[in-house]
């Protein structure tokens, strides 16, 4: 059962472009949202978050907006530099106490120059 | 500083051996978090270590796996009888505490053969 979901396991844009990256939840409790950015033999690197007390962060080219009422994210990056291509990751704050994040499976960011 | 590092990068066993999986996280972090990461999966949660509270061990699959943080520091990752499924990348993660970012190292990939 996963309860935090990244439909689309690739996706491609064009240097330059907007790049957008999307996440479901499926359980309404979650309070905070990260997105973690991974390049190959490497762990993931924290890139932004949001608390759901917000509906909109941003940090230079990296917004995240979050619905809560449709329980979806998503993670903006303009404009794309080729560097960007990697590995991201959804994550939501286990709202038990523990706050152990629940991953995503992962989108593969691609920018081509 | 230096970040959360992990040995080894790479480990190749054979079905039913145990192995060990080594966390040196971040200094001064309170906070380790072991992850997995299978093929076509996301990051699952482990295990988690804070300061010198029980840990959370909710996310541990079966009774073959274990996990030990000694001083507060190194924490060890075992699997016993391994199977073909726990191959994976194992990741960990330390934070200053809870609810703060998590660091993530750079993994063991594990191959069961």
């Known amino acids: 059962d996963q309860q935090v979901k990244q439909n689309s396991p690739s996706l491609s844009v064009q240097e330059g472009r907007i790049s957008i990256l999307n996440c479901d939840y499926t359980n309404s409790m979650f309070d905070y949202f990260l997105w973690y950015k991974k390049y190959p033999a490497e762990g993931p690197t924290f890139l932004i978050s949001i608390s759901s007390i917000k509906d909109k962060n941003e940090d230079g080219r990296f917004t995240v907006f979050l619905n809560k009422s449709a329980k979806h994210l998503s993670l903006h990056i303009v404009p794309s530099q080729p560097g960007d291509s990697a590995v991201y990751f959804c994550?939501?704050?286990?709202?038990?106490?523990?706050?152990?994040?629940?991953f995503g499976t992962g989108t593969r960011l691609k920018v081509l120059a | 500083g230096a970040g959360v590092s992990q040995s080894p990068s790479n480990k190749v066993t054979e079905k039913g051996k145990d192995v060990e999986l080594r966390c040196d996280p971040i200094s001064g972090h309170t906070a380790l978090y072991w992850y997995r990461q299978s093929l076509g999966q996301g990051l699952e949660f482990l295990i988690y270590f804070q300061g010198n509270s029980a840990p959370d061990k909710s996310g541990l699959p079966s009774d073959r796996f274990s996990a030990e943080r000694t001083g507060g520091s190194v924490s060890t990752l075992t699997i016993q009888r391994t199977q073909q499924e726990d191959s994976a990348v194992y990741l960990c993660?330390?934070?200053?505490?809870?609810?703060?970012?998590?660091?993530f190292g750079p993994g063991t990939r594990l191959t069961v053969l």
């Open positions: 994550a939501a704050d286990d709202t038990s106490g523990t706050y152990k994040y629940i």
């Open positions: 993660a330390s934070s200053w505490g809870l609810n703060n970012e998590q660091f």
